[in-house]
């Protein structure tokens, strides 16, 4: 009886393992209890609701149709040990009010010099949180707005957005700008949105470097060209 045990055991630990190799080399084959090694895949905005067994289909819905990302604790202040991004350190001192974002353009200054390094470190920061909006070039074509029918944001070079002031784009990531874009304080940190800014510039100098020659001709006077330079 007991060796009868022990060939039926081994029969069966030989055809679990023949079954889980398989003969498809990207299959797993068969898996013990799959959620204990591989968890669900959790969108980062998306809040999946209560259980509906144990509250009301109206607390579950609301929920569901809720944004999950969460703003920092009020008063919490992003930490650099660099002793050259002290600066960094300070919160932002204006409120979010129209008269303080018109302040902003006029005072808030970028503590960082704009170079061809730092326009590139933003623009890997643009491709990762504005692209999808604002489009490649800023043209306000991105996915969400051609496939996603949201509302077109101004081009960065157009009339509305073409002479907005660096500080009120820092303004705008800090608390975020009417309905459509949300604050980008919680995904951005100072140093960041000052990087993604200088690619905005970037862009609202029709992808050059802003103060970059422009081609004259012979009708171009010398205070013309200045001009078109600034």
Sequence with gaps: MLKTMKHTTLMLVAVATLAACGGDKNSPGIEYMPDMYRGPAVEAYVDY????????????????????????????????????????NFPYPYANTPEDYERAGLEVHSPIPMTTET????????????????????????KVVTEGNYPVPPAYNGSQ??????????????????????????????????????????????????GAAVPTDSTMTTATAASANK
């Excluded at 470190?121 to 491709?127: A, E, R, S």
Aim: glycine fraction near 14%; hydrophobic fraction near 35%.
């Design 49 to 88: 609701g209560q259980d509906p067994y144990y509250f009301e289909d109206s607390v579950v819905k609301a929920q569901r149709s809720a944004q999950s990302a969460r703003f920092a604790p009020a008063g919490t202040i992003a930490w650099s040990n660099d002793p050259a991004k002290a600066g960094f």
């Design 119 to 142: 326009v590139e470190k933003g623009k890997v920061i643009y491709v990762k949180f504005c692209q999808h909006c604002h489009g490649e070039t800023g043209a306000g074509d991105g």
């Design 161 to 210: 957005l073409g002479n907005m002031p660096e500080g009120k784009m820092y303004h705008s990531l800090q608390y975020g700008k009417n309905l459509a874009m949300g604050s980008h304080a919680g995904q951005l940190n100072q140093e960041e949105r000052w990087l993604v800014i200088q690619y905005v510039k970037y862009l609202q100098a029709g992808g050059k470097m802003p």
